[in-house]
């Protein structure tokens, strides 16, 4: 099964950037279906963004799209969050999921549809 580890989080002033790493290990990574969510306090954990297995195929919430870039290197069994331009409502903390997929194109976007989680990582936006 596929271990996750997400970094890269911190405090940063709105307009801002910073990149999240998630290292997965113990598994097929480059077979996973790959996705980050993110929950503020008091509130669901909400998708961010999604790539599928292929790499090539992305997909992102509404709310990051422009600002965020979703990523993976499945040689160095790691996706990345690309986060500019950054806003206090981005804050959170953010968490990369993984799910084993038949489908090289294909990527999900319910937190239901994932097994694997990471720890999550912070991220604080200042205004």
């Known amino acids: 099964q596929v271990q996750l580890v997400e970094s890269g989080g911190g405090l940063v002033q709105a307009g801002g950037s910073l990149r999240l790493s998630c290292a997965a290990s113990?598994?097929?990574?480059?077979?996973?279906?790959m996705a980050w969510f993110r929950q503020a306090p008091g509130k669901e954990r909400d998708f961010v963004a999604a790539?599928?297995?292929?790499?090539?195929?992305?997909y992102y919430a509404d709310s990051v799209k422009g600002r965020f870039t979703i990523s993976r290197d499945n040689a160095k069994n790691t996706v990345y969050l690309q986060m500019n331009s950054l806003k206090p409502e981005d804050t959170g903390v953010y968490y990369c999921?993984?799910?084993?997929?038949?489908?090289?194109?294909?990527?999900?976007?319910?937190?239901?549809?994932?097994?694997?989680w990471g720890q999550g990582t912070q991220v604080t936006v200042s205004s």
């Open positions: 113990g598994g097929s990574f480059s077979s996973y279906a």
């Open positions: 790539i599928a297995w292929g790499g090539f195929t992305t």
């Open positions: 999921a993984g799910k084993w997929s038949y489908y090289s194109n294909t990527y999900y976007y319910r937190p239901s549809e994932y097994d694997r």
